[in-house]
């Protein structure tokens, strides 16, 4: 016959069967707690647990960017060689795959020049992202890099040698020229200049630590000093590249002056970085991009000089000319200088040039003056055409509005130039 359970022995089952269903959850919280921690371990290896950087080297031993050694260390505070660094930086705008394959990250190839974007096509095409079995083990990451523009032939007289930061800062400069774009050099120079060691680096070293810490790279250390002359590790290797690949991360630089900036592009087909002195000069080079293509195609925008040509063949001639000539033979150029807060318009008096590009001129030059537009507008044409008749001009400074105006003729009495000043 069935035992029948009274209610007080029922309640005392349910309490047990309560604490027995805790006490399992516990256990496997605890146990699930030791390996998720022993995994961490694993990964990031017996001397980078409680490391500044354990999680970014976690994350970058995941993606296979660096290996640890044959003890089970890492050694994040080793100094990172030239060879390691460059293979990590490649490897770094890879996807990779399960079964260990890698593929370039779409977002990386669409960065890339034309140029670089064929070298990837065709030259490397069958590129394995993996070190060489024979010889030396980092020539193929090397010889990429080197191809790219990443870095140049002989860069490092030794690649085995350990990276200095200023080292490290010169292939990120070149690196961000060919996948994104330089910063303004003299902005770049300004938000490293609080380094209290700077002028320490050669003037080319502090260009690059300058665009380093300005694209959020690289930053200094809690004494105020960049750390010039002193080794990169493993792990500020890898927390760099961490930075080059998600943005997020990047250190924020303040724009204090409330700096006006914009992306160009430059004569490389890269991008660069300007500082204009102010928004009329920032509008004016907006205007400027418009007055180019009112000319079709038959024009080429190079940082803040405009070029127009006669016709395609004369366009291309200007880019893939032999000579100094040949590159400079467009018709008119107009032109910003933001340094010394200067607008341009320059001409070659030849043939049908102002009746081509007088469309393009007027758009430029009634920005500027406004209302004194036509008056410029007689100077111009005037000027124009005495030097044209005599091939003499005497140079002038005319005060219109509130610019000031210098007309001067070349040497060759056929390139007319008008500076012109925002007083």
Known sequence: MPKIWGEAEIMTMRRWQKWLMILTIGCLLTIGTVQLTNDARALGFKDVHGHWAEQTIGQMMDQGLLDGFPDETFRPDEKVTADQFVKIVLLAYTDKFPNGERKWKGSFVQALSASNQNILGQDYRDFTFKPSTTGYWAKPYLDLASDLHFISKGQFSDYKAALKREDVAEILYYLMKETEYLEDETYSLGAAAHFGDL????????????????????????NGYFGVG??????EALEIISRLQNKAKRIVVKNENGTLLKVVPTKDGSYKKIVFPDQRMLDAYGVMESAGKLRGTNYDLEETTLRLFKDAAAKALAKNGATAEARNSNEVSLWLDPQFATYGVTVRLEDGALARNTESIRTFTDFLFGYDADIFNRLFTDACNRAAAKGVLETTTTSIGSYSVETRLEWDGKTIIFSIIHT
Do not use: D, H, N
């Open 230 to 235: 002193q080794y990169v590790t493993r792990a």
């Open 199 to 222: 002028q320490s680096a050669t003037s080319r070293g502090q260009k690059f630590i300058g665009e380093a810490v300005a694209k959020g790279l690289m930053e200094g250390y809690p």
